[in-house]
């Protein structure tokens, strides 16, 4: 086979697997509809469970994943205004906003742009314990209070 033609079959495949990730990834917009806003969930992580015939020490438990889902639509808030959070929790934040804006979480120091048609997303373990405040920057408009509790 001649090299040009491996590198034909090789662009190909990428172009070809480019495709089918655009195509086939889930869509962060809401076709339309609001998202409701929603308390912190608990998103269990799959572990291992060994069977009682297996020996040896028993996996760690995985860390609880909690999503914070916060919608900000026409000059408001839109949900509840504190959220609590178990102190070694890994967080997941998405703000929905119809502005264009940074999304802040002080204390962590952690940011993300969010737009009418992209939300902003913050993921980060959830290790100080206190009182966060997360806010849209330039708008200087409190989002929401993170307690994270030990």
């Given at each position: 086979?001649?090299?040009?033609?491996?590198?034909?079959?090789?662009?190909?495949?990428?172009?070809?697997?480019?495709?089918?990730?655009?195509?086939?990834?889930?869509?962060?917009?809401?076709?339309?509809?609001?998202?409701?806003?929603?308390?912190?969930?608990?998103?269990?992580?799959?572990?291992?469970?060994?069977?009682?015939?297996?020996?040896?020490?028993?996996?760690?438990?995985?860390?609880?994943?909690?999503?914070?889902?916060?919608?900000?639509?026409?000059?408001?808030?839109?949900?509840?205004?504190?959220?609590?959070?178990?102190?070694?929790?890994?967080?997941?934040?998405v703000?929905?906003?119809?502005?264009?804006?940074?999304?802040?979480?002080?204390?962590?120091?952690?940011?993300?742009d969010?737009?009418?048609?992209?939300?902003?997303?913050?993921?980060?373990?959830?290790?100080?314990?206190?009182?966060?405040?997360?806010?849209?920057?330039s708008?200087?408009?409190?989002?929401?209070?993170?307690?994270?509790?030990?």
């Open positions: 086979m001649k090299p040009w033609a491996r590198w034909a079959i090789v662009g190909g495949t990428v172009v070809g697997l480019t495709v089918l990730f655009v195509l086939l990834r889930p869509d962060d917009t809401t076709d339309g509809a609001s998202p409701t806003p929603s308390t912190p969930t608990p998103i269990e992580s799959p572990s291992e469970n060994p069977s009682p015939t297996q020996e040896g020490p028993s996996p760690s438990p995985e860390p609880t994943v909690t999503l914070i889902d916060v919608t900000y639509r026409n000059g408001a808030v839109q949900g509840p205004t504190r959220y609590p959070v178990t102190q070694g929790d890994d967080v997941r934040i703000v929905h906003a119809d502005v264009s804006d940074e999304v802040h979480l002080h204390g962590y120091d952690l940011s993300d969010v737009t009418p048609d992209r939300p902003a997303r913050i993921e980060f373990v959830a290790d100080a314990a206190g009182v966060y405040e997360c806010e849209l920057e708008a200087e408009t409190l989002l929401f209070q993170l307690e994270i509790v030990p």
